[in-house]
């Protein structure tokens, strides 16, 4: 398990082999590599410098879709970080810990 921060700085959650949880507990993505893909296939982000980013060039990229796993128990949310300069063509990672 790895805990995972948005390229803005925001405690987002962790990596659970190739399962992106919140860190309350949802199952809310599916790594494809370095890419991270939500329940329907929609391209979420990706990891860069171990931060969650969205690019936005790859918007419209379809990956596998996947039936989420039942809630987990949550975490303790980890303090956030100073984010990092946002580069061109990106946006910080969505919120999605309370969806």
């Keep these: 398990m790895k805990w995972l921060w948005t390229f803005g ?12 949880w919140t860190y309350d507990g949802r199952h809310v993505g599916r ?12 391209y979420l982000g990706e990891l860069l410098n171990d931060r969650l980013i969205t ?3 790859k918007a419209s990229w ?3 879709g ?3 796993h039942g809630r987990r128990g949550g975490y303790a949310k980890y ?9 061109a ?3 910080d990672f969505p919120k999605l810990e309370k969806t």
């Design 9 to 20: 700085g925001r405690a987002f959650g962790y990596r659970d082999g190739d399962d992106l």
């Design 31 to 42: 790594f494809a590599g370095d890419e991270v893909y939500g329940p329907s296939g929609t």
């Design 55 to 57: 690019n936005l060039s």
């Design 62 to 64: 379809p990956g596998a």
């Design 66 to 68: 996947f039936a989420p």
């Design 79 to 87: 303090a956030d970080y100073a984010g990092y300069v946002m580069y």
């Design 89 to 91: 063509g990106y946006q």
